[in-house]
């Protein structure tokens, strides 16, 4: 059973940072495109960054470039969104998805098959 679990939300004041987690099983880590996405209030779900270890193949918005990095640790089955400079539009639920996602799919919510159950991140301007 594929199971995706988030930890690291909270409240931040802007220009601050946090460190969202998800911790996978179930999956060959390499195998599949692990992403974040958000979802702020009124608002479609969008991906932050996107990216598969075994191919090294990743993907970011523009609006986080320079910001928000994701990177992971294979040996824990864990992956990381770093997030500096945060601003009050950051404020989301954010998911970990996963799935066996082409890279021109990579920012396409429907294209994953297994999702986290989301953390808040809220920051205040």
Known sequence: EVQLVESGG???QAGGSLRLS???SGFTFDDYAIAWFRQAP????????CFRSGDGTSWSADSV????????????HTVYLQMNSLKAEDTAV?????????TILYPVAHA????GQGTQVTVSS
Do not use: I, Q
């Not at 009124?42 to 960054?49: I, L, Q």
């Open 65 to 76: 470039k320079g910001r928000f990095t994701m990177s992971s640790d294979n040996a824990k």
């Open 42 to 49: 009124g608002k479609e779900r969008e991906a932050v960054s």
């Open 112 to 115: 994953y098959d297994y999702w």
């Open 22 to 24: 998800c911790a996978a």
């Open 94 to 102: 954010y998911y970990c998805a996963a799935g066996d996602v082409p």
């Open 10 to 12: 909270g409240l931040v």
